[in-house]
């Protein structure tokens, strides 16, 4: 069956430092990959998407990457600010009509 | 443009009961899709509404049941509620049933089943 994984539950990091989350999908052979945050008992809201035949897609201190090889997409936020704390969900998309979500990271950065 | 929004934002209902969840999808969007996000976890999708049939569902039982109408609101109807169907609902619109594109959520229905 599907499944998609996001590396832990939970990631802490100093302000400043790069925060980087994983996402891993097996049993899929998505189209594009979407990144998303959530903010406590808020709906999710749109970061980037990344269609399979790019490597690389950055949006001011966001880079995501996709490896359709590994079956693995990275997600980096850069010089993190405690504003960026917020629980983050990857969305693989293949050319099905729906989309599904993984768990999600929670990341918490400290001052 | 209005954004995607849902109601009610709160409710409680008791277990056997039936719930009615609504949403109003963004303006000039066609396809709406139901998740339902128990605490700590990710959204899970319930099903998908494309001009008002059913084109895509999850691992749902068919207690789980929606309605889009000819505007693209829909509508997410639970009959026989479980203590376990208590989570926060959420809805998001996109302008095209398939392709690439983002989803818009709304800011979801939280159920609590006592």
């Known amino acids: 069956s599907q499944k998609i994984e996001q590396n832990s539950e939970a990631l802490n990091i100093q302000e400043g430092k790069t925060a980087t989350l994983t996402c891993n999908y097996t049993?899929?052979?998505?189209?594009?990959l979407q990144w998303y945050r959530q903010d406590p008992g808020r709906g999710p809201v749109f970061l980037l998407l990344?269609?399979?035949?790019?490597k690389e897609k950055r949006k001011e201190r966001l880079k995501v990457t996709f490896d359709t090889t590994l079956k693995q997409s990275l997600f980096h936020i850069t010089a993190s600010q405690p504003a960026d704390s917020a629980t983050y969900l990857c969305?693989?998309?293949?050319?099905?009509?729906?989309?599904?979500f993984g768990a999600g990271t929670r990341l918490t950065v400290k001052p | 443009e209005t954004g995607v929004t849902q109601s009610p934002t709160h409710l409680i209902k008791t277990r056997g009961q039936q719930v009615t969840l609504r949403c109003s999808s963004q303006?000039?969007?066609?396809?709406v899709s139901w998740y339902q996000q128990a605490l700590g976890q990710g959204p899970q999708f319930i099903f998908q509404?494309?001009?008002?049939?059913?084109?895509g569902r999850g691992n749902f039982p068919p207690r789980f049941s929606g309605l889009q109408f000819p505007n693209y609101s829909s509508e997410l109807n639970v009959n026989a509620l479980e203590l376990d169907d208590s989570a926060l609902y959420l809805c998001?619109?996109?302008?095209?049933?398939?392709?690439?594109?983002?989803?818009?959520f709304g800011e979801g229905s939280r159920l609590t089943v006592l």
């Open positions: 998001a619109s996109r302008p095209r049933t398939s392709g690439a594109g983002e989803l818009f």
């Open positions: 049993n899929y052979s998505p189209a594009y």
């Open positions: 990344i269609r399979e035949n790019e």
């Open positions: 969305a693989p998309q293949d050319n099905n009509n729906d989309m599904r």
């Open positions: 303006s000039g969007h066609n396809t």
């Open positions: 509404y494309y001009r008002e049939e059913e084109n």
